[in-house]
């Protein structure tokens, strides 16, 4: 039985990110693979190694600060988790969220990005479609998962992402994976192993 997280999802709901769960959950009802879905709200405990996918979409910005407040008690068995190769999904503004674990460094901007973005990945063929509305964007990084065909990346290039082990963490919504079949069938295959 697989299971998958929501980090509080009564607090990060913007732009619909909850159709990544639901994209996740559709093709894995097509394949007849049994799994379960999990919401974690501000007052639950997290119990990490638990769960085989953790999500976390987009929030108002005045939610970011307060739920990583909540996780930097969990730094340590966070870190764990990331580098047992469980997967870790985080979209839109909550890349600022995981900024604590010092992975990768989060400028915020000015000016919020307004942007479709088309792009390619190693981690699945074709085309990635998305759309960017953010004032975070990631501070450069060696570790990307997308190269940028129209769009902006990470401190404005043209590679956007972080990707370390099975975390991965994007500013591209969409909900990205309802929009992309190429890439949620990528996460179905990682879930499935």
Known sequence: MITIARLYPDELTLYGEIGNIKALTYALDQKNIKYKVIDIDKEDKIEWNKYDLI???SGRENYLKEIQKRLLPYKDELLNYIESEKILLVTGNAISIFSFLDLYEVKRYDERIVSD??????LCKGIIKGFQNTEYLLDGSNH???NIEKGIGNNKTKLEGFTYKNFYATTMIGPILARNDNLNNYFIELLTK
Request: glycine share 8%; charged share 10%; hydrophobic share 50%.
């Open 55 to 57: 999500y976390l979409g």
């Open 117 to 122: 973005v088309e792009a390619t990945s190693s």
């Open 144 to 146: 990307v998962i997308f």
